[in-house]
């Protein structure tokens, strides 16, 4: 089913800052255990901030921002306000590890769980070889499941019946092992049906999405990745990741081999 397309209003409603006027608390499970927060707009949120590093904050930003441009099931992502006042007041347990500021926010999905691989056979097989493809191209570790458990980063929503991919934070590892994502990636199964003309269909949207890249660095908040007197406090720049979404590390079509 196609998307109804966003008006003018709708995209500007999307880009403004969410104010956070509640704190719920941390998520139990995650490697960083994000904050589930209230937003203003009536939304619950799980933020980000100042419980990872600015690499993976930004990372995690930009490449949940592509994979919504792609059109893949990820959570609306959103820019958080952390007004002060709502912090020095807080009773929640270890906020004050909180500073105030623009926060990392991505929607809550009400009644999402983890996903098992018992939902697996419920995922329509497009959907599957699409986040096989993107976490290939983007250099995902992220994404493992098997029989006796893993941390797939995808949540199933089982009144829509759907997937969400959550938590982009380690893409272009520098470590990757194409061998190891062919074996353990949660939807390893579906590869021997990817061909060639999908594929080449796949790259020219994501390709495509990668142009607006220059667009989502400049939402992000300034003082994620630039400090005072213009210091540079990330690792990479939007050039660095631009080269290597669009000239890969490794080949694209790597994915269909061995």
């Not at 139990?28 to 993976?56: I, M, Q, T």
């Not at 570790?141 to 929503?157: A, H, M, S």
């Not at 061998?179 to 990636?185: L, P, W």
Request: charged fraction near 30%; charge should be negative; aromatic fraction near 8%.
């Amino acid at each position: 089913m196609a998307r109804p397309k966003k008006s003018t209003a709708d995209n500007a409603e999307a880009a403004a800052p969410v104010p956070v006027i509640g704190i719920c608390g941390r998520a139990a499970n995650g490697e960083s255990r994000p904050w589930l927060v209230e937003g203003a707009d009536g939304h619950f949120y799980f933020l980000k901030r100042d419980n990872v590093s600015l690499d993976r904050l930004a990372m995690d930003y930009l490449m949940s921002r592509l994979g919504e441009e792609c059109g893949l099931p990820v959570p609306p992502v959103r820019r958080l306000v952390l007004p002060e006042t709502l912090l020095s007041h807080s009773a929640i347990e270890g906020s004050d590890e909180l500073t105030p500021g623009l926060a990392f926010g991505s929607l809550r999905v009400p009644f999402a769980e983890e996903v098992r691989t018992a939902h697996l056979r419920s995922i329509d097989e497009e959907t599957m070889l699409r986040c096989l493809c993107f976490d290939w191209w983007t250099r995902n570790p992220d994404r493992c499941l098997d029989r006796i458990g893993g941390d797939p980063n995808v949540l199933w929503d089982p009144m829509l019946q759907q997937i969400f991919l959550i938590d982009h934070d380690r893409c272009l590892d520098p470590d990757f092992d194409a061998t190891a994502f062919k074996r353990e990636h949660i939807f390893r199964d579906v590869r021997p049906f990817l061909e060639k003309p999908f594929l080449t269909k796949w790259r020219t949207r994501f390709e495509s999405a990668i142009y607006h890249l220059s667009r989502i660095w400049e939402e992000m908040p300034a003082d994620w990745h630039t400090g005072p007197k213009r210091k540079r406090l990330l690792s990479f720049t939007r050039q660095d990741l631009e080269a290597k979404l669009i000239k890969p590390k490794l080949p694209v079509e790597g994915l269909l081999a061995g």
